[in-house]
């Protein structure tokens, strides 16, 4: 058989084509006369050949996964499908990673920088070493946020005499020029000796695109420079500073009894009664009693609900028991929310129609 189409017809250039939407490998058994175990094999000709996946949109490339050119894992992407940037490369000789795109910097000034007392004033740091993706801008003394994240930033100010040592110096990092960044102020208030007396200073802070950092500078007591070549500033981007989200992940066409586990964001059904004999895994659920309005629920087992806003858990509406091995997140409710919880349980009790066997038939169920 030289083509093969499932759903749809392949051709000379795509010999085996599929039309579906979803797709199932699953390991041969030890009971079956198999290992139990299943394995995926792709083979290139040479090193030199491109092997990987290609995931695409409406047919245009958006990411590459695989080795391409080499026997390097890469992982690319692009937005129009023509022009790719390495997000991820691991040399498979040495199992370093490298993210080539990572906005990172060090720079420094090549002249001595003077500073008068009382008076904060950026240091011109009119040099690199290194500056991937251009991220600092040496013109304006200042590094710029390409994009959106959590960055990590140092910098070394070099005390160098100007005509008393009783200077006393102080450093900091800046914000948009205006707004000192939190744990970034230092001072040496010992005797200062010129071209050894130095201050370390590093933080972390989130910023968006198009912030601006710089350094800055401060003597008090008496004026001073900040020694070229061995001042300097650096930074790189560490993380993402999206806000953690849970998302329901739909179930897996094969898991048997508990398809159809709950993903919607529906608030308690207010005839849980009349429903509470559908099957346990299309049941309404709760909400996280406390009235955040975002909850979202995890579809596995055990069945809880987990509030987006304070990433807290409800009890199981089967057991009304806390879940503390949920494979996904292990938390516990706050006093608040208990209490909430346990109000919403007596005021159910009471409610009219509501039975102590009633409860426990749902419970059952």
Known sequence: ?????????????????????????TAKTIAEGGTGDLFYTMNKETAGRDLGLTLQTAYVTKALMGLFGSDRFRLAVSADGSTFFDGLIVDNATGIVDQPRLPRFKGFTNYDNYVGIDSWTKIGINNTDYNDQGAFDAGNNRFVA?????????ATLLYKINASATARMRGRLVLNGTTEIRGSLGEISATHVSLATAIWLQTMVPLTAGDTVELQGYFRVADGYFAADHTSFWGCKVGSSWPMQIIPIPAHPMSGPRKGWPTSTSPLCRKTRQNRRQPFSTRPMRHCPRPCASAVFRPHRPLRSICAATARSAPCLRSGRRWTGCRMMSSTMTAGCVSAWRSKGRLARQAPGSSQTGRRRSQRT
Do not use: E, I
């Not at 083509?3 to 010999?15: K, M, Q």
């Not at 390409?146 to 140092?154: D, I, K, M």
């Open 1 to 25: 058989m030289a083509l093969l189409g499932v759903g749809t017809t392949a051709d000379p250039a795509n010999p085996f084509s599929a039309k579906l939407n979803a797709a199932l490998w």
């Open 146 to 154: 390409s994009v959106a994240g959590t960055y990590l930033f140092g």
